[in-house]
């Protein structure tokens, strides 16, 4: 039996007149004074099939048993829809399928959840728990086929560009690199383990020292990390690396490849190159490392108000500030919730001035001189209807919470702003003040920061770029270290020289041999497609996703081990 002369929603009015068979789900159904209307759909979209007494009597009664979601293979004529009962809001709109044969091919129990994106979306839970009814929805499926477009795009940008995809290991050895690894008992060495790849960074590195000079790969990684609306404990990522490369190469590669994947895939043009500005100085104006550039409201430096009267400000390791436009008509209640916000971003209290009459209004203007007041408007140009909200604080606090306000109040354009972050730190300080790599420990210091390893370690500047869109980091890169000498010292400095030799031996013996100068990049497919389908969570764009504790509701993993398992890998569960 053929289920299908066509796909539902390929029909059209080139198609009038001719029989069809088509297959899918029962969408909708609808009955009208006796003839019964079915919307069936498919992965191609949805056409409305009639079922009239007077065609088929037979295949008309059948119709009647019709639910939601049963599966249905019909026969019948496409026909023009009668004038003025046309449906502008669907692709398929201006005909209609008249059924004179109807097959069904499985029923549906009662669904947990309607199969439509113009209702109310029931609770995450239940739809992670029902998956492959969510992934149903039309939006659902859009986001898994612009995923693969996406992706197909990229393989064939990179292949034109002489690029070879190499697969990499998932059973790899357990390194020090960042987050904690998913970990692999083995059977056949028992106490030892593998472990999941974080990134494939050592592989594609080796790969360089072998001599491919360009590899790239749609990578798995596994990271053990506590999990939020961008993060996945395994997620997917466009691995690239390649050889006698410096920072314009890859900038340059990877404008090109989001300029070739934004045009053919979402048919939306890109502009070329994207602005570049440091860390330090995106740190300053917007507070974070992953700004969003589609609205202003950059932060100002207020330091010259450290010697003034007002003893909030004295003493202070940072003081700063942003306009919010045209928000002066606030009211206290609605100030009240500014400064609990910026509580809740670790800050200890919030100043506020509004632009009155061109001059500052706020119950703390009177500890300030007049000279004071003018040029806190005139660094904020202010203007009449204008609200200045200033944070004075420990400077990573003042970041965080101006940032966060930023985002809180800003309006960002509907357009997709990219933006290079280059010159990161090398190093920075954990929560207990141990040194690690801001990136990763084989990135590359400047060349001029050299000198600074072996002291003044937080002034080493790296060879990075991080590439943003619209406030997310979609992908991060550096130029690498292709000679050991500079690479022991970079783990001599971090203090893990004797760790490092055993850990990345094998790496140190590769770039010993003649390792070409490389560099490399990894854009995170999740978080871009993400951007790309306007979405609010990486879940939306991933097929079968875990929840933000690491779980799959629909499989209920993890789970338990029988003793029988655990006995053969020689585990035993305290």
Not at 9 to 26: A, E, I, M
Not at 448 to 454: G, R
């Amino acid at each position: 039996m053929a289920y299908r002369t066509h796909y539902c929603g390929n029909l059209g009015l080139d198609d009038v007149g001719s029989s069809v068979s088509l297959s899918g789900w029962v969408h909708s159904r609808r009955d009208h004074g006796g003839v019964i209307f079915i919307d069936l759909r498919d992965i191609s979209g949805i056409v409305q099939v009639v079922f009239n007494p007077e065609i088929d009597s037979e295949t008309h009664i059948k119709a009647h048993s019709l639910r939601s979601e049963w599966v249905i293979k019909i026969e019948g004529k496409v026909s023009r829809r009668p004038k003025g009962t046309e449906n502008p809001n669907l692709k398929t709109g201006e005909i209609e399928v008249i059924v004179y044969s109807l097959s069904v091919l499985n029923e549906s129990r009662s669904l947990p959840f309607e199969i439509v994106d113009y209702t109310s979306l029931p609770k995450e839970e239940i739809r992670l728990k029902h998956r492959y009814l969510d992934l149903r929805r039309e939006n659902m499926q859009k986001n898994i086929i612009l995923r693969h477009r996406v992706i197909q795009r990229m393989r064939q940008f990179l292949d034109k560009q002489g690029f070879f995809e190499i697969e990499t290991p998932y059973l790899i050895r357990s390194t020090p690199e960042g987050a904690r690894d998913f970990l692999v008992p083995s059977r056949l060495s028992p106490g030892s383990f593998y472990a999941l790849p974080q990134s494939p960074q050592l592989f594609k590195q080796i790969l360089m020292v072998s001599g491919f000079e360009k590899y790239f790969q749609i990578a798995r990684c596994f990271r053990d990390e506590d999990l939020r609306a961008d993060r996945q404990p395994e997620f997917t990522q466009l691995d690239i690396e390649q050889s006698f490369v410096d920072e314009e190469d890859i900038m340059s590669l990877i404008e090109d490849l989001i300029k070739d994947v934004f045009e053919n895939v979402l048919n939306v043009s890109i502009k070329t190159p994207f602005p570049r500005i440091t860390y330090d100085i995106a740190m300053l104006r917007y507070g974070c490392d992953k700004p969003d550039t589609r609205f202003g409201m950059e932060i100002e430096d207020l330091g010259f108000l450290s010697s003034s009267d007002f003893n909030v400000f004295k003493g202070k390791e940072a003081i700063r500030g942003i306009n919010r436009k045209e928000m002066g008509d606030i009211s206290r209640s609605e100030i009240d919730s500014l400064i609990e916000f910026a509580k809740s971003c670790g800050a200890s209290g919030l100043c506020w001035f509004k632009v009155e009459e061109n001059s500052l209004q706020s119950p703390i203007a009177k500890f300030f001189k007049d000279d004071e007041l003018r040029k806190i408007k005139d660094v904020f140009l202010g203007e009449d209807s204008d609200l200045i909200l200033i944070v004075a604080d420990k400077l990573k606090v003042v970041c965080d919470t101006l940032s966060a306000l930023r985002l809180h109040l800003g309006k960002p354009k509907e357009d997709f702003e990219f933006l290079w972050i280059v010159e990161a730190p090398l190093f920075e300080y954990d929560e207990d003040g141990t040194l690690k790599p801001s990136h990763h420990p084989f990135t590359s210091p400047r060349d001029v920061d050299l000198p600074f390893l072996s002291k003044e370690k937080v002034k080493v500047k790296a060879k990075t770029y991080d590439v943003i869109l619209n406030g997310c980091e979609i992908g991060g890169g550096s130029i690498r270290i292709h000679k050991p000498d500079i690479q022991r010292m970079v783990f001599s400095a971090l203090g893990i020289k004797e760790l490092a030799e055993k850990e990345f031996g094998f790496l140190l013996d590769g770039l010993s041999f003649g390792a070409p100068p490389h560099g490399g990049i990894a854009l995170g497919i999740d978080r871009l497609l993400m951007v790309m389908a306007g979405c609010d969570s990486i879940r939306d764009v991933i097929a079968f996703p875990k929840t933000q504790t690491g779980t799959c509701l629909m499989t209920e993993s993890p789970t338990q081990i029988e003793n029988m398992q655990l006995k053969e890998l020689g585990i035993k569960i305290l």
